[in-house]
């Protein structure tokens, strides 16, 4: 019955094992590294997406937004500002580098998000999103931190007489103007925690300029 009601309500398969525990049976979906056996055709499955997603950014990252993986251009979009581990240092962070950590901090990309006032707001909305879906309070308790350094935010509402279907991200670094979206992609019928909260966001050139960038520095780099 926890099960299927679990199921039902699309509960994620993290809480689904507390729930399972707190009825006073064992977790029932095992939480495996990406490293470990049993895990290779998920890796695999990544490392293609990834790697076919060339010569535009992509990277692979867990609830937290860590990044597990990440293809060469995504190395060199967030390489755009400077050495990425020297940035991080100024931002206080360790470990595996954080894709909304690095979204909001005043030390990260955000000097150089163009459209901050318009896209911030549906960002953090998303955080405390897939915070409150998760009902973990690490996860809240670490997003809201992410989202302090933001600080104060308008609520600012679309642009009706624009054409675009979706709000890109625009960025102005060293001189260079790139327009992006996402688009994100989840592993179908999951059956371990740690496949159910990986995705991949994938970005893509919003204007042909960005498009150029990207082919132009892949076919200088093969």
């Keep these: 019955m926890v099960i299927r009601l679990s199921e039902a309500m699309e509960i994620p398969l993290r809480e689904r094992n507390v729930l399972l525990q707190s009825a006073g049976y064992s977790a029932l979906y095992a939480e495996k590294r990406l490293d470990e056996p049993g895990m290779e055709s998920v890796l695999e499955a990544l490392r293609h997406l990834l790697e076919h997603h060339e010569p535009y950014p992509a990277v692979a990252v867990d609830r937290f937004w860590n990044v597990k993986m990440q293809n060469t251009a995504a190395g060199l979009l967030f390489g755009l500002g400077g050495d990425p581990e020297a940035m991080r240092d100024r931002m206080g962070e360790s470990g595996e580098p954080n894709l909304a950590l690095l979204s909001l901090h005043p030390e990260g990309l955000r000097p150089y998000i163009v459209n901050w006032a318009q896209v911030v707001p549906s960002f953090i909305r998303r955080l405390r999103s897939e915070a409150l879906a998760s009902g973990d309070a690490l996860m809240q308790e670490r997003f809201e931190r992410y989202i302090a350094l933001a600080g104060p935010i308008g609520e600012v509402g679309w642009i009706h007489e624009s054409l675009m279907p979706v709000l890109p991200l625009e960025l102005r670094i060293n001189g260079l103007e790139l327009s992006l979206f996402t688009i994100i992609t989840t592993l179908g019928t999951p059956q371990d925690v740690t496949a159910d909260e990986l995705r991949v966001e994938a970005f893509f ?16 780099t093969r």
């Excluded at 919003?206 to 960038?213: D, I, L, V, W």
């Design 205 to 220: 050139p919003a204007n042909p300029a960005t498009e150029q960038f990207f082919r132009g520095v892949s076919a200088t």
